[in-house]
């Protein structure tokens, strides 16, 4: 089986710049959240997605957006670039069921993200 | 005080020592645990998935979560300098999962 495939594996932008980055989840998997990481915060939470609806979010501000489409793969943008955006952003896939949160998170390799 | 707590090391040891990596929570509503390897550069791996209190064994690794005192722990036995990376913490209480910080690991042939 297939892991979580995400693209561009790096970016390199501007600020005030917008990006979007792309995730392919696991097949058969219909939650895909998404987590920013940083040598200083650690592992943070961004958002969750399952069957196109978002089903929780972290405490970003409203530039981090995303969506699902529904063969589940998922896409995060970045509106307004700032210096500190620049992070290691990764997606994760899960098996789990619209009401249960009982399967692990299999994650992508990330995508590198440097804001000049 | 962070909901978990995670040494980040640098935690460093010979090749074929047993290697003892753990995690303090503060939530007791905790009820899934895992660990995960990541590689410089590279995205968390899934290592062990646990429900509970108990040990769960998987190859060189195994996992321990002792409830009571909010405390979780990966052993590897066997190390191998291919088992250098960091190791990632993490819990589950319903829809809120907490990770770790991480701890790095060492392993020198």
């Known amino acids: 089986k297939a892991g979580v495939t995400q693209t561009p594996r790096y970016l390199i932008k501007t600020r005030g710049q917008q990006v979007t980055l792309s995730c392919s989840p696991i097949s058969g998997h219909r939650s895909v959240s998404w987590y920013q990481q940083t040598p200083g915060q650690g592992l943070q939470f961004l958002f969750e997605y399952f069957s196109e609806t978002q089903r929780n979010k972290g405490n970003f501000p409203g530039r981090f957006s995303g969506r699902q489409f529904s063969n589940s793969r998922s896409e995060m943008n970045v509106s307004t670039l700032e210096l500190g955006d620049s992070a290691l952003y990764l997606c994760?896939?899960?098996?789990?069921?619209?009401?249960?949160?009982?399967?692990?998170?299999?994650f992508g390799n990330g995508t590198r993200l440097t804001v000049t | 005080q962070k909901e978990v707590e995670q040494d980040p090391g640098p935690l460093s040891v010979p090749e074929g020592a047993i290697v003892s990596l753990n995690c303090t929570y503060s939530?007791?509503?905790?009820?899934?645990f895992m660990w995960y390897r990541q590689y410089s550069r590279k995205g968390p791996e899934l290592l062990m998935y646990t429900y509970s209190s108990g040990n769960k064994e998987d190859g060189r690794f195994t996992a321990q979560v002792d409830k009571s005192s909010k405390y979780i722990s990966l052993f590897i036995r066997d190390s191998q300098p291919s088992d250098s990376a960091t190791y990632l913490c993490?819990?589950?209480?319903?829809?809120?999962?907490?990770f770790g910080g991480g701890t790095r690991l060492m392993v020198k042939p």
């Open positions: 993490a819990m589950r209480a319903g829809n809120m999962l907490t």
């Open positions: 939530n007791s509503a905790f009820q899934y």
């Open positions: 994760a896939s899960s098996g789990g069921t619209a009401s249960s949160y009982n399967s692990p998170l299999h």
